[in-house]
């Protein structure tokens, strides 16, 4: 947990999702000594499935995090749920993993999203959940091909996507600038701060204990143990589980280094007039285009558009790039010119250099599940669970991750600095394409 993490905590509070979110009784900050057989160290969506399926297969286990339940990424996300890996084409994901796990990994990757809304139904938990489609729109005549072409192997693969074109695309996004794109009918959305917390009620019920505010300083080896120290207690383990994905630090050497923080931003508005709001995204389906500078949205059932976007951190440690977002949503949809975009927030995500997830085992007892690359929201709860299978004796060859070994990042330091200039040097590539 970095210092400049804490900057970050205020915007929580500026969070649509902090404001309508269901209640959850806080952890209490961890101040004794004892001993269990995992802890998972990160309240995220990674951790808390972890810690759910491990406290029912009856293991003692503990959740501690640096300040609360889905304070990370998980409470702060878009909450759109995209059972698609990011970035990658198929081709170069089976080069990155071979074909056995190719096979396992864009199956589960596939599956992610019916997997999460099922077990939303499972633990009746109480966050929106919608299965209405995900609508992902091509910037350019290059971006369409590409989308095409992937979408025939996936779709030999079980995805089920359909092409949409022409006036079927505006109808659907509400939007005139785009002429074609892809539906997903898998993908949906959740409120994703009431997931987090619906999904720490569920682990609590099943016995695992959540400590809040308990950033944890080291993890040191005990004979074949784990002793995992917070300022005020130390607890000893036969598993350690890192869940912190773009909040890593230095506590595991190294794990910070292996993905690069990217800080993604939201912006919503208050409840909108019908007129202004008819056109958009009638179907309920979530949105996103194919720019390297990426626009992703979600209609609300009272009327509110969420939208988001790439931002920074700007000299304060401050979420950044508000008024461009709006700027670009508004070139996008017209209809929302002047409308009260009341709600601004950011957090913090992982991209691995494969940008592919990455599950570690440096040392036995040890796991790491983190980079999901902006697309995490469905993709954390098969980490979550495969990581607690892990604990629970599954060899790591039955996972549905290659075990890598932890790399830092090429040119990370550089690609830190210029994070400003590299978004201004997109937007342009990105707007060059559109013409
Ligand atoms: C603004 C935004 C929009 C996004 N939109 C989407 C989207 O629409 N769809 C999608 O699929 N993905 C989206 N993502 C990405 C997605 O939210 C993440 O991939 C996912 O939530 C990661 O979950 P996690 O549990 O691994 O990590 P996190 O939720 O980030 O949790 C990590 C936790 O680790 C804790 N921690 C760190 N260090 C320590 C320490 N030393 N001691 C104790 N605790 C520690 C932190 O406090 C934090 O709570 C978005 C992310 C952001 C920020």
Not at 356 to 373: D, M, R, S, T, V
């Amino acid at each position: 947990m970095l210092e400049s993490d804490h900057a970050l905590y205020s915007e929580h509070q500026n969070s649509l999702w902090f404001e309508t979110a269901s209640a959850l009784e806080p952890g209490a900050v961890l101040d004794s000594d004892f001993d269990v057989d995992a802890v998972v160290i990160g309240a995220g969506f990674t951790g808390l499935r972890a810690a759910l399926r491990l406290a029912e297969a009856g293991t003692r286990v503990v959740v501690i995090d640096a300040f609360d339940v889905g304070w990370g990424a998980s409470g702060r996300s878009g909450g759109q749920v995209n059972p698609m890996l990011p970035f990658n084409t198929p081709d170069q994901i089976r080069k990155l993993v071979g074909p056995g796990f190719f096979e396992s990994l864009t199956q589960v990757s596939l599956n992610s999203a019916d997997e999460l809304f099922e077990l939303i139904k499972t633990y009746k938990i109480d966050c929106q959940p919608r299965q209405n489609g995900w609508l992902r729109v091509d910037h350019c005549d290059k971006a369409r091909r590409v989308s095409r072409s992937n979408a025939e192997i996936w779709n030999r693969l079980g995805a089920d996507m359909q092409a949409v074109e022409g006036d079927e695309v505006r109808r659907l996004s509400g939007s005139a600038i785009y002429r074609s794109g892809i539906v997903v009918p898998k993908g949906g959305s959740v409120q994703p701060l009431s997931l987090a917390r619906g999904l720490a009620r569920a682990a609590r019920d099943a016995g695992a204990e959540i400590y809040s505010r308990s950033p944890v300083s080291a993890l040191h080896r005990n004979g074949a143990k784990w002793l995992v120290e917070t300022v005020r207690a130390k607890v000893t383990t036969d598993w350690v589980i890192l869940a912190t994905n773009g909040y890593s630090d230095e506590l595991f050497s190294g794990l910070a280094k292996s993905i690069l923080p990217l800080v993604p931003i939201q912006i919503a508005t208050a409840p909108l007039k019908p007129e202004q709001i008819a056109e958009i995204l009638p179907h309920g389906h979530t949105i996103s285009d194919t720019r390297r500078i990426i626009m992703y949205a979600r209609r609300e059932r009272d009327d509110r558009m969420v939208f988001g976007g790439h931002g920074h951190l700007d000299k304060n440690n401050q979420a950044a790039g508000f008024d461009w977002l709006v700027h670009d949503v508004t070139r996008i949809f017209p209809q929302l010119e002047g409308v009260d975009w009341r709600y601004r927030w950011g957090g913090k995500i992982a991209l691995t250099e494969d940008r592919l997830p990455h599950f570690h085992e440096p040392k036995p007892g040890l796991i790491a599940g983190l980079g999901y690359n902006g697309r995490g929201v469905a993709m954390s709860h098969v980490m979550g669970k495969w990581l607690a299978e892990r604990a629970l004796g599954a060899q790591p060859e039955s996972l549905p991750f290659p075990t890598t070994s932890i790399k830092a990042m090429s040119f990370r330091g550089i690609q830190m600095m210029g994070e400003s200039s590299a978004i201004r040097w997109m937007r342009l590539l990105d707007k060059l394409e559109s013409k």
